[in-house]
């Protein structure tokens, strides 16, 4: 006979812990292995003996009153209270455990200190994998971000020491070798941000793939040839791609209406053009535009002249739809209809020219400034779209614009105008390396999901979330002008902690809406989710710059191996690669439905920064992409591009070529567990083609596309906390035989 079981039995806490679980403070089974280092496949250790200390909670409560007033009266954070006695630590009735309760505590750095003081005569063994931590919540991490220097978070050797560790040589020479490398990861800390080329010197930004791309291959030209600047690098500067010449004309001057396509044509590309915008369909009003059409072909010369700024859109809208429909390149390179386009560039509202249709006026400047990054013309399209931004702050849509002052459709055109916008200033400040012209907490506009319930709302709400945390990452974990504090891993953790959440706001969509599939044919659904992988890449990329130069400095060695990384290293380059790779998955299938964007520069620009980041990991850790079906994958994409008129994909595919070949002699052999043939990564072999080319036409899943999961994210995160992360680097990049 069974015995009764009890339901209302208070489980007891397992006193022993892994180091795995205790670095990311969750409940551990005790087992060997425990049960979640075993069903993630992790190795599953037990520190040796760590002792704990008790104290009543009292007590703790008058240690740190006590340390207020001390730093109060001193004004020194680092001093140290008193060790108490052993009768006042075992005194008492409410006990807690002094570890777990240092990081909840809303003073925790001078909790951390008087923690110190407590347990720094009591036997502790060395354990590189502690629960404690100098890291906040997530709210409390971006303040941090900006204070004083008084208030930074400790460093390695203080952290060390206010845990009871002995901080010996050895360790202090390997924490700073870590916090170099971390340093190195932004580039501006150690590489001069400006590089010559073709008589002039080019900024070369932080988080802009192309200047990311030059940094490396420079990187690389001069540890293969040191003292001597890289003479491989393609710079593809602007105008490489495709050149334009317009003359702004006068407010008087007639524009030419000239070699204008038939009405019926005319129709024909702005529905092909509307197919393809997604977002930018919001900035053309379809039944204002069709009647302005109608009024155009009665008497083109009058119309043109009257409405320059709708003759501007319209000029616009027909080179869009020429170069979506005709698929090919024109002589020296141009894209079908670039002469709609640049007539259109002449007619464009001049800097402080508010007169006219404001609202109009940004509709155009963001589809001109689209245009011109579609053909790589980078630095006239951030100029664009950065005036489009400043004159929405001239309007004020930047705020909220009641309904009952501008009527329900003139406020709801308002708000998605200027959201639009703003996204795509965040994305096009991305790649020019720059910032957004409006600051997140200036803005006041309702999201449209406050507005309205409809499945658009919601898109364009998850879009603006987006951009916001794009923003974030450039001001974070790309931000300049401060010494090394564990700010880089702190706002990693921070940016993937709200992937997170966003990620779970996703899968609520596709499942209300999509019963969890995701239609291809919907644009706009597809470029959520590549957004989303696009900020996991911009988030984790800093990290992989610091792998490369690691594995460049062993490069030198005569036992040269692969890094073997290990928990949390691998698991946030892990997180990178998971999205690269399903980046160009989605690309892959959107093409053989021929649904993949070959003229605008979004689907282009994803698929080269994944790519570019494989490339590198594909050296740095082979055991990363034990195939090469991602390979296969970029290879189709960029080819696709190329024969439907992409001016652009042939350059990023020269510079992805020029990459491989230069990593060629610094690519490590890798044979192991996932790779069982032994061969080396980068040879030419046929790998099992992906089981999603076999079904073209088939809809995507949520779990297709939004790997990593959410869940995984948030365990990566929680194993950044600081100094764990650093102490978990310092063997982490251990490994190959050539480690020094």
Excluded at 43 to 61: D, F, N, Q
Excluded at 467 to 493: N, P, W
Excluded at 721 to 734: E, I, Y
Aim: one cysteine or more.
């Amino acid at each position: 006979m069974s015995t009764p079981r009890n339901d209302h039995r208070v489980t007891k806490k397992c006193s022993r812990a892994c180091e795995r679980c205790r670095s990311m403070k969750v409940k551990c089974s005790g087992r060997q292995p425990c049960a979640r280092c075993e069903h993630q496949s992790e190795t599953c250790v037990y520190a040796p003996g760590i002792k704990r200390v008790l104290i009543p909670e009292s007590y703790l409560l008058e240690l740190q009153q006590s340390r207020q007033l001390t730093r109060g009266e001193r004004g020194s954070p680092e001093e140290i209270t008193p060790r108490p006695s052993s009768t006042d630590i075992e005194d008492g009735t409410i006990e807690r455990e002094i570890l777990p309760t240092l990081d909840r505590r809303n003073n925790a750095r001078q909790l951390r200190t008087v923690g110190a003081s407590i347990i720094r005569e009591e036997t502790i063994q060395p354990s590189r994998n502690r629960g404690e931590s100098g890291i906040t919540d997530q709210n409390q991490a971006e303040t941090n971000s900006t204070n004083a220097p008084g208030d930074r978070p400790l460093s390695v050797g203080t952290a060390a020491s206010s845990l009871g560790r002995p901080v010996d040589d050895d360790d202090s020479t390997d924490h700073d070798e870590i916090q170099s490398l971390l340093k190195k990861s932004r580039p501006e800390e150690h590489d001069p941000p400006f590089r010559p080329a073709e008589g002039r010197f080019w900024y070369m930004a932080p988080s802009s793939s192309w200047a990311f791309c030059r940094r490396v291959l420079g990187l690389l030209g001069r540890t293969m040839s040191p003292g001597t600047e890289s003479t491989l690098d393609p710079f593809n500067t602007d105008g490489k791609a495709c050149e334009m010449e317009w003359h702004s004309t006068q407010r008087g001057d007639v524009p030419v209406v000239s070699d204008l396509p038939s009405i019926d044509f005319s129709k024909s590309l702005f529905y092909a053009a509307k197919s393809y915008f997604g977002l930018l369909n919001h900035l053309v009003d379809e039944s204002i535009y069709l009647k302005n059409l109608d009024e155009l072909y009665e008497n083109p010369a009058r119309k043109a002249a009257s409405c320059r700024l709708w003759y501007a859109q319209h000029l616009l809208i027909l080179a869009f739809g020429k170069a979506f429909v005709l698929r090919r390149r024109c002589a020296r390179g141009k894209p079908p209809g670039h002469a709609f386009a640049e007539r259109a560039m002449a007619l464009l509202p001049k800097q402080g020219d508010l007169g006219g249709d404001s609202l109009l006026s940004v509709q155009v400047l963001v589809l001109a400034a689209v245009y011109l990054q579609s053909i790589d013309l980078r630095v006239a399209a951030f100029q664009y779209i950065g005036q489009a931004s400043r004159l929405c702050v001239c309007i004020g849509m930047h705020r909220h614009m009641p309904e009952h002052i501008f009527g329900p459709e003139l406020s709801r055109r308002y708000n998605l105008i200027f959201w639009v916008t703003h996204i795509i200033d965040s994305e096009f400040s991305a790649l020019m390396g720059g910032t957004a012209g409006i600051h997140n907490q200036q803005i006041t506009a309702k999201l449209p999901c406050l507005t309205s319930n409809s499945l658009e709302a919601l898109s364009m709400s998850l879009h603006v979330r987006l951009s916001r945390l794009m923003a974030t990452i450039l001001t974070t974990v790309y931000g300049v002008g401060h010494e090394f504090d564990g700010s880089l891993v702190k706002h990693i953790q921070s940016n993937l902690r709200t992937l997170a959440q966003i990620s779970t706001e996703l899968h609520d969509l596709l499942n209300a809406h999509f019963d969890g599939q995701i239609p291809r044919a919907s644009r706009t659904v597809s470029r959520l989710m590549l957004s989303y992988h696009h900020c996991v890449v911009l988030t984790t990329r800093p990290l992989v710059m610091c792998a490369l130069h690691l594995h460049l400095e062993r490069a030198n060695s005569e036992q040269f191996e692969s890094l073997e990384l290990r928990p949390p290293m691998s698991s946030i380059l892990r997180s990178c690669v998971d999205s690269a790779r399903t980046t160009l998955r989605t690309l892959f299938v959107l093409s053989e439905g021929d649904l993949l964007e070959s003229f605008m520069p979004f689907d282009l620009e994803d698929a080269y920064s994944s790519a570019f980041l494989l490339h590198l990991l594909r050296v740095v850790s082979p055991s990363l992409l034990p195939d090469n079906g991602w390979r296969d994958d970029i290879n189709h994409i960029l080819q696709y591009m190329v024969d439907n008129g992409s001016v652009v994909a042939p350059l990023r595919q020269q510079e992805l070529q020029q990459l491989e070949r230069t990593l060629e002699s610094i690519t490590p052999r890798y044979s192991g567990p996932s790779d069982p043939s032994g061969l080396h990564p980068g040879d030419d072999t046929q790998w099992p083609v992906p089981e999603y080319v076999d079904e073209p036409d088939r809809d995507f899943t949520a779990m297709d596309c939004l790997e990593p999961s959410s869940n995984a994210l948030l365990d990566w995160a929680d194993q950044l906390d600081m100094p764990d992360f650093l102490a978990a680097m310092d063997c982490g990049f251990g490994g190959g035989a050539g480690g020094s």
